[in-house]
């Protein structure tokens, strides 16, 4: 009798949940909710060429130099770079009196502390040293960027879908969020503009944004090669000095990977090769062996007959 009443609350359990699924799937489909206006009004990111996009892709070193001098009077103000050292700027073309002299009039100082006194203290930083963070700290950070913490920029290339294409679409995607119009034409509702200290960037995830627009006009950056720093320009620039800084390996990747490309192409044509010259006419001959052949049964009957065992 009790098998009998628990079998019966278990299935009127069931049963209940088995109602309660599909009305409420009925519900979804019969009122679907509102899309939200970072679902219809984000963007992926622009179509943009690099370098070093492809498997035969390459750093374009002068374009490197331009973006590593965009990161360092633009962007290092707020983004550290806390993975890559001063003496890593010797792939860019930079030689080692300049490399000194980068570290050694960095804006900000390396921390340290004093050996005499043993108190906190700054020093210039050294080729040695991995750039130096522009904040103390992450309160200090979000005290000076209305709460907001500003991203590592070492691997920031890798750390957002679209890569170096996505950091070039962020900085060349800012809009005035009441003029903007999609692609459709639509302008953007009154609850997913900005609030106050918010930007408005279909690129981003959100739409909005703590970040106000780092290259604000052409010329923010004078270019010791003479190249015109355009806004495009110089956000093309700094996005193809990241993707160094997230992979300053990958012209060494894509050259290993050639060689032993064509190391494997080598050795099947030679083993296909072998096979046709050695394998390819000979016959397998197998030799019939196990317990039951008489060679095998005359030794297990000599070896019970000295051991005595019948059979």
Known sequence: MLRFILGFIGALFAAVLLIS?????????????????????????????????????????????????????????????????????????????????????????????????????????????TFPAPFANETAARAANNNALPPDLSLITKAREGGAAYVYSLLTGYRNAD???????????????????????????????????????????????????????????????????AEPNLESRHAAGLAVAIFLLIACILGYLAYQQIWYEAKRAVRVTGALEPENQAKSRRAKAKQGVAG
């Open 21 to 129: 699924f599909f009305s409420n799937l009925a519900t979804y489909f019969q009122n679907p909710p509102a899309p939200l206006a970072a679902d219809e009004f984000h963007r992926e990111h622009k179509e943009v060429h690099f370098a070093s996009d492809g498997p035969f892709g390459k750093f374009d070193k002068a374009q490197l130099q331009r973006g590593f001098q965009v990161y360092a009077e633009v962007c290092s103000a707020c983004h550290s770079l806390k993975m890559v050292s001063f003496r890593e700027l010797k792939a860019l073309g930079y030689n080692d009196a300049e490399i000194k002299k980068i570290a050694s009039d960095w804006k900000t100082q390396v921390p340290s502390i004093n050996p005499d006194t043993g108190e906190p203290a700054t020093r210039k930083a050294l080729p040695s040293d």
């Open 179 to 245: 003029t903007y119009r999609d692609e459709k034409g639509r302008a953007l509702p009154a609850d997913a503009k900005p609030p106050q200290g918010l930007h408005f960037n279909p690129y981003f995830a959100n739409l909005n944004l703590a970040m106000p627009p780092p290259l604000v006009s052409d010329g923010q950056v004078t270019y010791a090669d003479g190249t015109k720093p355009t806004i495009d320009q110089m956000a093309k620039d700094v996005s193809a000095f990241l993707a160094w800084t």
